[in-house]
């Protein structure tokens, strides 16, 4: 009875919001008590209604009336505390939708805390007392609180089922044993769970070695990874010492050659205007015996002019005559620096034995970026044979010539699910990653089509931008139609002037960011160039508008 009567009190002097003892409690105008920053807090949230009701009774106030606190029931509160009652934690008392509730529990219902398999029932930890204090519960089976009690009952003879059918392969009651399992091969429960067990135990035994055999192999591989880390982290500080030891050298070399270059220059220089002195100063002696000459030529008198004429006559030894070579001096260093460099770039590209790496970007064009082609046959070196993916295919594509060309279809096409294909957007990618140089062309008929190109991690499902071509910061897109064309990226469009053809090239240069697109026709002309960073490998992409049936796009084949 002093139980019950302090759950009562618990009850009385409890706030319905928080479910503890109230704190600062007020009363409101209907009559009912809460703590002060529980019911604050509860018309706060109606402030925006303008309408404040109380939490138990519903009723409403307006205007918001004005809370004081409740003395007396403060005190009573205070009273109940230094006697040491107290609110018990409503998450372990009372029974919610997902516990187990008392069985016995005639009022509000307390969380269970044992279940009996006997009594198929559960209890409270008051209710559970007599399973420990009397010798008749003694040989109960306690079990934690279990909402599948009756799944122990036989639903025919609504008896306990303490048999197991082993013919059946299902627990049974005693009359079914001598019922419709007669001549069954019958068991207890007890007994089929003891030899089920031990097989369990095996079980468990196999499942344990096995996970310490897969702990091992994950440890080798962990240790793998490791030294995999370890070898590519050390290859990469070699390599960047070995790197830079050779831009070093190379450095040294051409301040060698240039100090060389610069010394042979003055050499060369000081002999060329050393010649030139000499040279220059014949020339004044030639036009000192000239005039001197041409005076003689004058004199009239024959006897004087007979007289002077030996000492003019006599001319000194000229200097030597000049050879002028073509002006190709220091034109051997550049042709034998390009030879080196030459030499550097067929090392770099033909030979591995630096690396066991495979290398997206060629090392030369890392070293030595080259200009874009000026002519259609230039781009053709770079052209790629490129097929496009069936498991990113839209369902409505169909895809022939070799998965080169795709067709928009009325009927979906009958393609396994993958997690790569394009669920919305009429889109397909290429089955292979563009790096390096690349040239491709597409050949398009129908009303519209686009060329695109985009990363690997481009979303596939939803009809959002984060999937379509151009829409988004993961792919670019020129949108062809037969009278103009737009460049599409990041949901940006930028209108293309330009000759219209049905046949578009797309030239990329993955290491220098720039992705070029063409109208191609009798001629070549450039319609949109577009230089970004580009962070991972692209593939080549297609795509169609909705409802465009029968619109056709192929990736050509080039010479």
């Known amino acids: 009875m002093a139980q019950r009567g302090n759950q009562l ?10 479910l503890d003892l109230l704190k600062d409690p007020v009363t409101i105008p209907c009559g009912h008590s809460y703590c002060m920053n529980c019911i604050k807090t509860c018309w706060e949230v109606e402030d925006q209604m303008h309408i404040h009701s109380c939490p138990q009774c519903r009723q409403t106030f307006t205007p918001r009336p004005v809370l004081m606190k409740n003395t007396m029931l403060a005190d009573l509160v205070e009273e109940l505390k230094k006697t040491g009652l107290q609110a018990a934690p409503v998450d372990h008392c009372y029974a919610g939708p997902e516990d187990v509730a008392c069985h016995f529990c005639t009022e509000k219902k307390l969380k269970a805390i044992k279940s009996c398999l006997v009594c198929l029932a559960s209890y409270c930890e008051t209710h559970l007392q007599a399973h420990f204090e009397s010798p008749t519960f003694k040989k109960h089976k306690l079990v934690d609180p279990s909402k599948k009690l009756q799944e122990n009952i036989c639903s025919r003879h609504d008896e306990v089922m303490k048999m197991f059918c082993r013919t059946d392969q299902q627990c049974i009651c005693y009359l079914c044993s001598v019922d419709e399992h007669k001549g069954h091969d019958t068991v207890s429960a007890a007994a089929e ?8 135990e095996v079980s468990r035994q196999n499942i344990q070695q096995r996970i310490q055999d897969r702990e091992k192999d994950v440890k080798e591989l962990q240790q793998q990874v490791e030294a995999i880390n370890s070898s590519a982290d050390k290859a990469v500080e070699d390599s960047e010492k070995i790197f830079t030891e050779l831009i070093r050298l190379m450095e040294k070399r051409s301040s060698d050659v240039k100090q060389q270059v610069r010394s042979q220059q003055e050499t060369e220089v000081s002999r060329v205007k050393e010649l030139q002195e000499k040279l220059e100063q014949e020339i004044t002696e030639l036009k000192r015996k000239d005039a001197e000459m041409k005076k003689l030529s004058h004199t009239e008198d024959h006897n004087q002019f007979l007289h002077n004429y030996p000492s003019l006559s006599a001319l000194s030894e000229s200097t030597s005559s000049i050879n002028i070579r073509p002006l190709r001096y220091f034109e051997d260093v550049t042709v034998a ?25 060629t090392e030369v064009d890392v070293l030595l970026p080259q200009p874009e082609p000026k002519t259609r046959a230039g781009f053709l070196q770079y052209s790629r044979q490129i097929t496009l993916d069936q498991n990113t295919a839209h369902t409505q594509l169909l895809l022939s010539e070799g998965n080169r060309k795709a067709t928009v279809m009325r009927e979906e096409q009958s393609y396994s699910s993958h997690p790569d294909r394009f669920t919305d957007w009429f889109q397909v990618l290429s089955r292979e990653s563009l790096t390096g140089r690349c040239y491709w062309e597409v050949e398009w008929k129908g009303e519209i089509a686009e060329a695109a190109v985009a990363y690997k991690a481009i979303r596939r499902a939803d009809w959002c931008s984060e999937s379509g071509f151009g829409l988004n910061d993961k792919s670019w897109a020129l949108t062809c139609r037969k009278n103009s064309c737009n460049f599409w990226f990041n949901d940006v469009n930028i209108p293309v002037s330009g ?37 991972q490998p692209l593939y080549a992409g297609l795509r169609f508008y909705y409802c465009s049936f029968g619109d056709t796009a192929e990736l050509c084949k080039l010479k």
Not at 9 to 18: A, H, P, Q, T, Y
Not at 193 to 200: A, H, K
């Open 337 to 361: 620096v390009s030879e080196l460099r030459d030499k550097l770039q067929d090392v770099l590209k033909w030979t591995n034995k630096w690396t066991n790496v495979s290398l997206t970007v």
């Open 499 to 535: 000759p219209q053809s049905s046949r578009v090239g797309v030239y990329l240069d993955h290491s220098a960011g720039i992705l070029s697109f063409f109208s191609i026709s009798e001629t070549m002309t450039l319609l949109h160039r577009v230089q970004t960073a580009v962070t």
């Open 193 to 200: 769970r003891t030899e089920r067990q031990r097989e369990l």
């Open 9 to 18: 009190d618990r009850e009385r002097f409890c706030c319905s919001i928080c």
